[in-house]
């Protein structure tokens, strides 16, 4: 499997649900990052992304849809059928570790909301 990081911004509402015994935490990230077009405006790749685990519930409390995010994860590639009936190929990614790439205040509160209070 292929590991990556994808620099965007969160497009679908984190969405929190319970999967057997762990809890899993699914959005799309839209990354406008090394896109070539000749007009300029190529749309943006999109990534489904699911965080397993104690950190689905520590991040579903402070990401929310347009979070500027930083994830890093394992790439898997599903094949699915469009709604006109073509093969289509869905990027999902298995994220390990997602970081804030938005405002200092979203970092800080990212920050109390995961790990607690700050020592100092």
Request: charged residues 20%; proline residues 5%; neutral net charge.
């Amino acid at each position: 499997m292929a590991n990556l990081s994808i620099h965007g911004n969160i497009g679908r509402a984190p969405e929190l649900r319970q999967a057997g015994a762990s809890q899993v935490l699914s959005f799309s990230v839209a990354d406008k990052g090394f896109v070539y077009s000749k007009t300029g405006d190529a749309p943006p790749q999109w990534y489904d992304v699911e965080v397993w685990g104690r950190e689905a519930e520590r991040l579903s409390t402070v990401l929310a849809k347009g979070s500027s995010v930083v994830v890093y994860g394992q790439l898997i590639q599903r094949p699915y059928a469009k709604k006109d009936g073509t093969p289509g190929l869905a990027l999902d990614v298995k994220a390990h570790a997602i970081e804030f790439a938005g405002r200092k205040a979203d970092a800080a509160a990212a920050a109390t909301a995961s790990f607690g209070e700050v020592p100092f």
